[in-house]
């Protein structure tokens, strides 16, 4: 199909997707963002750094099987490689043949499954605040950034949820089903102003996540770690994360930065997990200049 600006559902692999599209006016190279969560949706994405970015970059958004305003898949039919097929099946229905990818959170892990999957049609990687989802790193890292933003009492709760004889995931399981909404604002973010507007976005989009995505992806891991096969992308790639990022972890992207030959860690001192939305124009300018 010959794309435009707008908003579609596109049929892929069975599911109908939710895209939008902007700045094909550009004729650039398209940006094709990927959404975090798992689970997650692009509307806040959409209303802050995205049309910013499409007043200088075509931009393509899409919404995950089972995610935003995407539709259900029959069953829980959700795999690293399902949601990696979509991506191809996608660009190609659109008629691309080169995109770059911007990634966060747990985009940027499927931006670097993509990757290593369908090299060819990968410009340049943009990955923000990436995980390394499928690792007890991810566990360590949020109770620790739980931690960190606690008062004396959840600080208390955590300390017995940790002395419990259970796995660290369950630990972890735990963890978050303690925490209320002020407590993972504080967790997901440095500026509470910030954190304020995201959450009355979330509340505006009328979207929420099930979390079926993540608890279907959890039982079925790709068989080899993304962190052993990272070393095998040769794209260029940009990684931006923010020092006080208690979600994903600075730790972890630095894991990442090594294990790609050809990448760059641009770090956010004043941001936590979205420097997107706490260091826009930084965010904003440093991802144009990387693509130009």
């Not at 566990?139 to 419990?164: A, C, M, N, P, W």
Request: negative net charge.
């Amino acid at each position: 199909m010959d794309y435009k600006n707008g908003e579609y559902q596109l049929l892929v692999n069975g599911i109908s997707h939710w895209i939008r599209i902007e700045g094909t006016e550009k004729k650039t190279i398209p940006l094709l963002i990927i959404h975090g969560g798992p689970g997650g949706n692009h509307y806040v994405f959409e209303r802050t750094a995205g049309p910013k970015l499409a007043e200088e970059r075509t931009v393509i958004y899409y919404e995950q099987r089972g995610c935003g305003r995407s539709d259900l898949p029959h069953s829980e039919d959700y795999t690293v490689e399902l949601l990696v097929n979509d991506f191809y099946c996608l660009v190609k229905q659109l008629g691309i043949k080169k995109v770059d990818v911007l990634g966060y959170s747990f985009g940027g892990e499927l931006a670097l499954e993509i990757a290593l999957a369908f090299p060819g049609i990968i410009n340049k990687l943009v990955l923000s605040a990436p995980s390394l989802m499928f690792s007890d790193m991810v566990y360590d890292t949020q109770i620790q950034g739980f931690q960190t933003v606690s008062d004396d009492i959840f600080f208390e709760r955590i300390e017995k949820v940790l002395k419990q004889n259970i796995s660290l995931k369950a630990k972890w399981e735990r963890v978050w089903a303690l925490a209320d909404s002020k407590l993972v604002d504080r967790f997901l973010f440095e500026n509470a102003k910030v954190a304020d507007y995201n959450r009355r976005l979330w509340e505006e989009s009328g979207l929420s996540n099930t979390g079926t995505l993540l608890e279907s992806l959890q039982k079925n891991p790709p068989s080899t770690p993304l962190k052993k096969r990272l070393n095998e992308i040769k794209h260029h790639t940009l990684i931006l994360t923010g020092a006080h990022d208690r979600n994903t972890g600075l730790k972890i992207s630095n894991i990442i930065k090594h294990e790609l030959s050809n990448s760059n860690l641009e770090i956010f001192e004043n941001s936590a997990h979205f420097p997107d939305l706490e260091e826009e124009k930084k965010f904003v300018a440093t991802t144009l200049d990387f693509l130009r």
